[in-house]
């Protein structure tokens, strides 16, 4: 049998990427609002995302440092306000989902760009969006910086201390998917849908 397995030292960061989106799929996403000390809101989409503990309910994602090895703004935001609220869209935003992927400038409202209403999330400062059917309003615990160079990693571990949860999507036990239409991150341009699903039963 030929091993085919190489360093992980010898692939460059932009090959990595391109392994990991397309072999890891499909990821669930973030789509997160943060607010920088000046109260403007920030929303921006994160596929490097998942639950890390249920009691304590705890979420976590990963932006990564731009290829110049700069900070997004959640980033920057999160060091400023420690709070943000994780939203999970669906099928009927993922339009508006992608439009607040843009690179717009710090003082820019995604929420204004995308046409998304805002609503509070107390006892956080930053809002939700209206529109969304599922949103958890967390405060930050901690982040794991994992390097200072292009595309390096940073864990924000977010614990939730709030919840909204449209009741159209969830009846207190189970969350209809037909309603929420889930969607998952891809590779590249690429999602996925949740509308082919099987199920197996767990061995005793």
Not at 2 to 25: E, Q, V
Not at 35 to 58: E, I, K, M, R, Y
Not at 98 to 125: C, I, R, W, Y
Request: proline letters at 8%; one cysteine or more.
């Amino acid at each position: 049998m030929n091993d085919n397995a190489l360093s992980a030292d010898a692939w460059d960061a932009g090959t990595l990427y391109r392994l990991f989106t397309g072999s890891i799929a499909p990821r669930p996403i973030a789509w997160v609002s943060s607010a920088d000390a000046a109260s403007t809101a920030n929303l921006a989409p994160f596929s490097f995302f998942n639950v890390a503990s249920v009691a304590p309910p705890v979420l976590v994602f990963s932006p990564l440092l731009n290829g110049q090895a700069e900070a997004k703004d959640t980033l920057n935001n999160l060091t400023a306000v420690p709070e943000c609220v994780i939203h999970i869209g669906g099928e009927v935003l993922a339009e508006a989902l992608n439009v607040t992927s843009a690179s717009l400038a710090p003082e820019q409202d995604e929420f204004e760009h995308a046409g998304l209403a805002k609503v509070a999330m107390p006892p956080l400062q930053v809002p939700r969006i209206a529109e969304a059917p599922v949103a958890f309003g967390c405060r930050v615990r901690d982040i794991m910086r994992f390097g200072e160079g292009p595309m390096a990693g940073n864990l924000v571990i977010a614990e939730v201390v709030a919840i909204h949860a449209d009741p159209a999507v969830w009846n207190g036990r189970h969350v209809d998917l037909d309603v929420l239409k889930p969607i998952g991150r891809l590779a590249g341009s690429d999602y996925l849908r949740a509308s082919d699903r099987f199920a197996l039963s767990r061995p005793t």
